[in-house]
DNA sequence: ATAATTTTGTACTGTTTGTTACAAAATCGA
DNA sequence: TCGATTTTGTAACAAACAGTACAAAATTAT
């Protein structure tokens, strides 16, 4: 393994915290590697040497939201609280703890509407993100079900189905109006819903 | 009222719904002056001189597509149907029937999630649309409680807020999935938790 | 006809874009 | 200490950007 060559000044995953902030608040069209280098503090030489291309970096910014996020949700789901509480709190999540999203929305969201018809790497991202958290919330409701929490009339895969639509339905509608009074009601009734 | 000058050698409208296409498939920042001037047929100086700017431009066409949404979901709502099948029609609409708006999504959502929290333009017309959507839905249902068809024990606007967030996550799962078995999963779950 | 007015097409403006070139700086193995 | 190797900062790049200037063209009113 080589080992010569003057090092690094910098982490790799703080640049790509910091990048993921930019393309986060501004989208990936709206912002410049200029704008890339302020916030990270690179100068363009390292940036392009250790990150190849604007597009690059953005990949690894989306993949890094993706797994920092898909493990805080399903922490929640697996949570040791009875279903519907899990179901609740994830609901609540980005919306009034996670204060670096509730403004902004879902950065996998938000890229998907920029850049998903037109760029591979988004589209693959938002359908893993999105399988990875049908299944775990299909788990969930199927325990419900099994405590009686939760409707047993109702398909499990379909009631997972509609509460993953509401979620994302939530995570575009809250920070769009930051409307707090319409986010209670959606919460409410699709907990409601759930019987 | 003053007639004199050249005439306009194209129709407002005609070009708005061109621009409405090209922001439409790219989205604002990405499409350039140029792209708009090839796909409405204008030069710049026609463009610059009918609409001032790309914003301005921008504004008329989601404010076009705004209207023209608005009223055809309308249209769906106020039908003759049962209210079940009003409210699954709206749900089928634009995953189906609109091919325009299938894989796309919504011009309005995907605004809002590119430039809503820096332009207020996109965020008047995201607050505008969904409120008015919220107020129909809810009449909607109130008429299906009425009916018998729809469960009287929840309260309507919780009914309705639920499926704005299920329609609205709907048209951003579909969109970046263009999974059509999880769609109907989606569209079957949401209607059978009306009761 | 001609003056007034508006639209149209084209050439042009100064910036900003993403990316590259490259020399100086900092490390390692010899 | 001396190459070899990698990173860093700066300068530069052509292309693309949104917007403007302006003269030619097309109309109406007189």
């Given at each position: 393994?080589?080992?010569?060559?003057?090092?690094?000044?910098?982490?790799?995953?703080?640049?790509?915290?910091?990048?993921?902030?930019?393309?986060?608040?501004?989208?990936?069209?709206?912002?410049?590697?200029?704008?890339?280098c302020?916030?990270?503090?690179?100068?363009?030489?390292?940036?392009?040497?250790?990150?190849?291309?604007?597009?690059?970096?953005?990949?690894?910014a989306?993949?890094?939201?993706?797994?920092?996020?898909?493990?805080?949700?399903?922490?929640?789901?697996?949570?040791?609280?009875?279903?519907?509480?899990?179901l609740?709190?994830?609901?609540?999540?980005?919306?009034?703890?996670?204060?670096?999203a509730?403004d902004?929305?879902?950065?996998?969201?938000?890229a998907s509407?920029e850049?998903?018809?037109?760029?591979?790497?988004?589209?693959?991202?938002?359908?893993?993100?999105?399988?990875l958290?049908?299944?775990?919330?299909?788990?969930?409701?199927?325990?419900?079900?099994?405590?009686?929490?939760?409707?047993?009339?109702?398909?499990?895969?379909?009631?997972?189905?509609?509460f993953?639509?509401?979620?994302?339905?939530?995570?575009?509608?809250?920070p769009?109006?930051?409307?707090?009074?319409?986010?209670?009601?959606?919460?409410d009734?699709?907990?409601?819903?759930?019987?």
């Amino acid at each position: 393994m080589s080992k010569s060559g003057r090092p690094r000044e910098f982490k790799d995953t703080t640049v790509i915290d910091a990048a993921m902030e930019v393309f986060w608040s501004q989208g990936y069209e709206a912002c410049s590697t200029d704008d890339l280098c302020k916030e990270t503090g690179l100068g363009r030489g390292s940036l392009y040497n250790a990150f190849g291309s604007k597009h690059e970096l953005y990949e690894q910014a989306l993949i890094r939201y993706h797994q920092v996020g898909i493990e805080a949700q399903l922490d929640i789901l697996h949570n040791d609280a009875p279903v519907k509480e899990r179901l609740r709190e994830l609901l609540e999540w980005e919306i009034w703890k996670n204060s670096a999203a509730k403004d902004r929305g879902c950065l996998i969201i938000n890229a998907s509407a920029e850049r998903g018809k037109s760029d591979p790497a988004v589209e693959k991202i938002f359908k893993q993100h999105l399988a990875l958290l049908e299944q775990a919330i299909e788990d969930a409701i199927r325990e419900g079900q099994s405590a009686g929490e939760i409707s047993r009339e109702r398909e499990t895969s379909e009631l997972a189905a509609m509460f993953l639509s509401c979620y994302y339905g939530l995570r575009v509608i809250y920070p769009g109006t930051m409307n707090r009074a319409l986010a209670r009601r959606i919460i409410d009734g699709t907990l409601a819903a759930m019987l």
